[in-house]
């Protein structure tokens, strides 16, 4: 989700819910501790340099159960930061503390709440860096019009 929708979205909710894919929601008394830019510069493992642009924020809850981020809040949080950052169109990411380790999720929306969506690690230079491509296995005997004994074939 870019950050275009993600404001179109918010103006028209009134309270601000996440949730993971599964269902589960992150508890409504979540804070948002940092939101801005981030810019990622690096080679890949096949030495091509890379550039890559997100709109960030990261979630986080304490005990104060009574705290609620409204859409509302959201939106003027976000229109402070356009104030001191050039914020372009960027893909949201999203950055939220699980069991071990902060996990890095991208955001879609759907039936009217936001959604954790997982991102996965991969190589981005499979053809330069000796991973060999996947095989596809086929089942011999059930291939049709093969030639098999004493079927004339050859």
């Known amino acids: 989700m870019k950050l275009s929708e993600f404001k179109q979205h918010l103006s028209r909710l009134d309270s601000f819910e996440i ?82 380790t902060i996990g890095k999720y991208t955001l879609d929306f759907q039936k009217g709440h936001f959604v954790l969506l997982p991102t996965q690690t991969t190589c981005l230079a499979q053809n330069n860096c000796g991973i060999p491509n996947e095989k596809i296995k086929k089942n011999l005997s059930k291939i049709v019009n093969s030639c098999t004994p004493n079927s004339g074939c050859c």
Not at 72 to 100: G, H, P, R, S, W
């Open 19 to 100: 949730l993971f894919q599964n269902g589960t929601f992150i508890p409504k008394h979540f804070h948002i501790t940092e939101m801005g830019v981030l810019n990622k510069k690096y080679t890949d493992c096949g030495n091509t340099f890379r550039e890559e642009n997100y709109f960030t924020f990261q979630l986080w809850y304490a005990e104060d159960t009574w705290h609620r981020l409204t859409s509302q809040k959201t939106i003027k949080i976000i229109e402070a930061i356009e104030k001191n950052i050039v914020c372009n169109d960027y893909e949201i990411l999203v950055e939220y503390q699980d069991k071990n």
